[in-house]
């Protein structure tokens, strides 16, 4: 059977996982992460999970036509609610909004924090999901973001430190290393700004064109509401220019 095909997107997930650990897969799809990282030799076993019947029969049908029914178990779940402690070692969670991937891991806390890693790929409302992940006690251990078709994708490892107050100058680390204000690193992750990433300048590039453009529109606009917006936007753009200067 030849070697399933992923997107750069999936690709990157699965590189992130640490070789050798149990993996469930939380919104599987049609299952070709998991099974990618069964013959790729990363995972020896995945727990592919999803909400949808429809999905998760077509990964079950995929997993039957490249043999992996011994390595890969299907199961209907709603988040976590059916997946039981010590089943996995990691878990993989992407392609969703960050409040439902917050309201997954909140429903489900105990048994994310008995997972060793984490590797999330929130498609939404980041820096809100990064304050998340600290305030529940969650230490970053890597970052990625790729462009794949014209859209950013941003993703990351963490695993559970313990409780904020005890955990906080672990997870802290990487920033005050980097002299990194937080507020900007949960824009735009601590870790790509330390590691200067090529691809977030892109993407913070490419927002500042996009908000000069729109402070440009709003400057000609007399509405009370344009002018919050106003506000609003240029101190985005403040935040934008301080994060270049920091790549």
Request: aromatic share 6%; charged share 30%; net charge negative.
């Amino acid at each position: 059977m030849a070697e399933v095909v992923l997107s750069k997107r999936l690709q990157a997930l699965c590189s992130m996982v640490t070789p050798g650990m149990r993996v469930v897969d939380v919104g599987c799809d049609h299952g070709f992460v998991s099974i990618s990282l069964v013959q790729r030799g990363i995972s020896p076993g995945v727990l592919a999970m999803d909400v949808r019947k429809g999905p998760l029969s077509r990964a079950q049908e995929h997993i039957e036509e490249y043999g992996y029914t011994e390595y890969i178990e299907t199961r209907l779940s709603d988040g976590l609610q059916e997946y039981r402690e010590g089943e996995a070692d990691c878990l993989i969670c992407a392609g969703m909004g960050g409040r439902l991937m917050m309201r997954i891991l909140t429903e489900s806390r105990e048994k994310a924090y008995q997972l060793q890693e984490l590797i999330l790929q929130p498609q939404s409302e980041l820096p809100v999901f990064r304050k998340f992940l600290r305030a529940e006690g969650y230490r970053l251990l890597d970052e990625n973001i790729l462009c794949e078709d014209g859209k950013y994708y941003f993703m990351m490892k963490v695993c559970y430190a313990g409780e904020p107050e005890k955990s906080q100058g672990i997870r802290h680390q990487v920033t005050e290393a980097a002299a990194i204000p937080e507020r900007l690193a949960d824009k735009y992750g601590g870790l790509l700004l330390q590691r200067r990433s090529p691809v977030l300048k892109q993407y913070i590039e490419d927002m500042l064109g996009n908000m000069r453009q729109l402070e440009g529109t709003l400057a000609q606009n007399e509405k009370e509401r344009a002018r919050e917006r106003l506000v609003q936007v240029q101190e985005e753009i403040a935040d934008l220019e301080t994060a270049l200067s920091l790549l």
